[in-house]
């Protein structure tokens, strides 16, 4: 069982900048896809960036050129470089993981880290 711990939410003003981690128990590399996902106040969870395990990323549109996703196999974490923040990326922000073994995907989550950006 994979535990992956966030940190680095807080309170920023718009067009702050912060920077999220995501420490996984396990050694990164044994993990496939990576990505970070959000809950707004009253919205669904939706994804936000995404990173294989070769390093190709994929963005959403509200964040693309503000967000940028990294993964750091040696210190075993997933990062999310968060500038030019705006009020609607308030939200509790996820790490979650997949690996694949004997054909049986499993999914690890996060427990959230909360970002609100307000003035």
């Known amino acids: 069982q994979v535990q992956l711990v966030e940190s680095g939410g807080g309170l920023v003003q718009p067009g702050g900048s912060l920077r999220l981690s995501c420490a996984a128990s396990?050694?990164?590399?044994?993990?496939?896809?990576m990505r970070w996902y959000r809950q707004g106040p009253g919205k669904q969870r939706e994804l936000v960036a995404t990173?294989?395990?070769?390093?190709?990323?994929v963005y959403a549109d509200s964040v693309k050129g503000r967000f940028t996703i990294s993964r750091d196999n040696a210190k075993n974490t997933l990062n999310l470089q968060m500038n030019s923040l705006k009020p609607e990326d308030t939200a509790v922000y996820y790490c979650?993981?997949?690996?694949?073994?004997?054909?049986?995907?499993?999914?690890?989550w996060g427990q959230g880290t909360q970002v609100t950006v307000s003035s």
């Open positions: 396990e050694s990164t590399i044994t993990l496939n896809t």
């Open positions: 979650n993981a997949n690996r694949v073994r004997l054909g049986l995907r499993t999914d690890y």
């Open positions: 990173i294989t395990s070769d390093g190709s990323t």
